[in-house]
């Protein structure tokens, strides 16, 4: 499977994009997806993950009730609506795979294939 994010840019604070996120050669419906970021001089971040099967979804603090994430099978597509934006959302926002559908996680290393990342830029 590859991934490939797009979406981003240069948005103003306030302002709601979705980022997308696109699979190709293979299906990732049976696994976790999670969106993480990392801004500049900063380790990269949990955002969200969307457990496989419908069974819920998970957000870190810090977007809790303003980003929504969400997939297609369908499509082999994940998306992340992000709403209200804050110029502390700046940052590269890249979308991963899990290793493992057994296990819900925050880590990074537990994702095991990732996209090239997509920059937004929240300017106030």
């Known amino acids: 499977v590859q991934l490939q994010a797009s979406g981003g840019g240069l948005v103003q604070a306030g302002d709601s994009p979705r980022l997308s996120c696109a699979a190709s050669?293979?299906?990732?419906?049976?696994?976790?997806m999670a969106w993480f970021r990392q801004a500049p001089g900063k380790e990269r971040e949990f955002v969200a993950v969307?457990?496989?099967?419908?069974?819920?979804?998970d957000y870190a603090d810090a977007v809790k009730g303003r980003f929504t994430i969400s997939r297609d099978n369908a499509k082999n597509t994940v998306y992340l609506q992000m709403n209200s934006l804050k110029p502390e959302d700046t940052a590269v926002y890249y979308c991963?795979?899990?290793?493992?559908?057994?296990?819900?996680?925050?880590?990074?290393?537990?994702?095991?294939?990732w996209g090239p990342g997509t920059q937004v830029t929240v300017s106030s």
């Open positions: 991963a795979k899990s290793r493992r559908a057994t296990i819900v996680s925050k880590e990074s290393t537990e994702y095991d294939v």
């Open positions: 050669g293979g299906t990732f419906k049976n696994y976790n």
């Open positions: 969307d457990v496989w099967g419908g069974r819920g979804t």
